[in-house]
């Protein structure tokens, strides 16, 4: 879960690529970067951090130039601490290019070899991203004709990606002296948007994987890129657009509608805002059904994701709405921080409870999902200090119980807390006195009582279906060994450099 963001305006582009992160800051807290074009020439600023950390003044002075992509980094694969896997990626031949990519490919390892010995291309570090740059390098090299491009090789060298990767990613890319290139997976999975705006200089175009990022900067939303689709918007500001000839069909990660993406956004049509009402009623419909014998006096939202669905749920009850805790809004995202440590000790600097919408009251606690079970624990003992009479939690979507290799950062079923446990053992170690889950039927339903046309999603992380069929209990395993060493690595570091965040409690 990146976001990334493409423009191809009439004046400087710095300062819209810059806005426009911050409104995607919510997909990413790891590293930011921006690549900008003036003419032939790149011009980059990357680095480790939220935007308004890594970005001076003096970097956005050197991002000269009309067109840009830029990135914000959670790490799926590879390190979270290292300032040479921040994106975007570049690569000087053919014709020099530089990438930004949402997702995660599953056979980057294979294709890792194919590249040395093959295409004789080395990668550089550890990111399934630099592969998926390497790979659109090879493909556009073997398609170009002596010096020059033309979008008819663009687009094929695109379908030549679709061949050869598996997974799912998003992608913005710029191609020095060319233009601005988007594609997504035929399988549609990380989101893609793009729209455009009419300026007194002719018309500008923004590309993102959340139409929010548009909607702030008085861009039009047009449509979602189509799974499979590449769009390319050359220097002059032209625009072209080919569908994948190939198998592709659109499967939406549902994780976005659950959690990723911002209540305010537009995606594969569908409001986030919209999906997360009819999750509440979906919820509701559950509970009565099963939690009658229940005494609720009050819904309380977990924030920020849960806050739609509890105010329905709670409308559709009959049953008091309230704040019952408070967001410190600098503190991160829990569910995207690297480390478990990290997780546990931001909580409570996070949240804080309002002690009299709990003090006596039996409270049913609702939040977006579970899926570790760190956030959920303290959130459940805050409540108790706070002088709860009972702790009733649901979650408006199902158990975690699978990895997810599509861009999640939850890989190792260790680290789920729903893995090979009931619904009643999970309630006890979160330290709830009940616990509902949304039926994944019912999460379906609501994203297509939205838009029925969209039936189909990505949804690993609650049945174990891997869409992409690539995904056996091997790779599945290799993915786990190598993110034990990955987190070793970070222990070690974090022992480094502050030996307390370890031993907090």
């Not at 690549?35 to 950390?53: C, E, I, P, S």
């Not at 002296?177 to 948007?193: E, M, T």
């Not at 199902?398 to 009643?424: C, F, H, K, S, W």
Request: with cysteine.
């Amino acid at each position: 879960m990146c976001g990334i963001l493409g423009v191809v305006a009439r004046t400087p582009a710095n300062q819209l690529l810059y806005d426009g992160l911050l409104m995607l800051q919510h997909r990413g807290q790891d590293a930011a970067g921006i690549v900008t074009a003036q003419g032939n020439t790149f011009h980059m600023h990357k680095g480790l951090g939220m935007v308004r950390d890594v970005f001076r003044t003096r970097n956005m002075r050197a991002l000269a130039g009309n067109m840009g992509i830029g990135h914000v980094r959670y790490p799926t694969a590879g390190s979270s601490n290292s300032p040479a896997e921040a994106q975007p990626f570049y690569v000087n031949s053919p014709f020099g290019i530089v990438l930004a990519h949402n997702g995660n490919l599953t056979n980057a390892d294979a294709l890792n070899q194919e590249l040395f010995l093959a295409d004789r291309r080395h990668v550089n570090t550890n990111s399934d991203s630099e592969v998926l740059l390497n790979v659109l390098a090879h493909e556009l090299q073997e398609r170009a004709t002596g010096y020059q491009l033309d979008p008819a090789e663009i687009f094929s060298a695109v379908f030549g990606v679709h061949e050869r990767c598996q997974g799912a990613y998003a992608v913005i890319t710029m191609i020095a002296g060319y233009g601005l290139l988007a594609f997504r997976d035929p399988h549609g999975i990380r989101p893609l948007v793009f729209g455009s705006i009419e300026t007194g200089n002719g018309t500008e175009y923004m590309v993102a994987s959340e139409s929010v990022a548009l909607d702030t900067l008085g861009f039009r939303l047009i449509r979602d890129v189509a799974p499979g689709e590449a769009i390319f918007i050359d220097v002059d500001g032209r625009f072209y657009s080919q569908r994948y000839l190939g198998p592709a069909s659109l499967n939406p990660c549902i994780f976005e509608y659950v959690y990723l993406a911002r209540p305010d956004s537009m995606m594969n049509g569908i409001s986030i805002y919209e999906t997360r009402l009819n999750m509440g009623i979906n919820l509701a419909d559950k509970i009565s059904a099963t939690m009658r014998h229940l005494d609720i006096d009050v819904v309380i939202p977990i924030p920020e994701s849960s806050r739609p669905s509890a105010m329905q749920l709670a409308n559709q009850l009959g049953i008091e709405f309230r704040e019952g805790f408070v967001k410190n809004r600098y503190v991160g995202r829990t569910f995207i921080m690297p480390g478990q440590q990290q997780r546990r000790k931001s909580v409570r600097q996070k949240l804080n409870a309002i002690e009299i919408e709990f003090r006596g009251k039996n409270v049913l606690l609702v939040d977006d999902s579970i899926v570790r079970g760190t956030t959920s624990r303290e959130i459940v003992q805050m409540a108790r200090e706070a002088g709860a009479n009972k702790i009733f939690f649901a979650s408006a979507a199902p158990p975690v119980r699978y990895p997810n290799v599509y861009g999640i950062d939850m890989p190792t079923r260790q680290e789920l807390i729903a893995t090979d446990l009931a619904d009643e053992e999970i309630c006890y170690k979160i330290g709830a006195d009940y616990l509902v889950f949304q039926n994944l039927d019912a999460l379906k339903q609501s994203i297509t009582r939205a838009d029925p046309s969209v039936k189909s999603f990505e949804t690993s992380c609650f049945d174990g279906h891997y869409i992409t069929g690539n995904v056996t209990q091997d790779y599945l395993s290799r993915i786990e060994s190598k993110r034990k060493i990955v987190s070793s690595t970070r222990v070690a570091h974090a022992t480094q450099l502050d030996l307390s965040l370890l031993l907090a409690d």
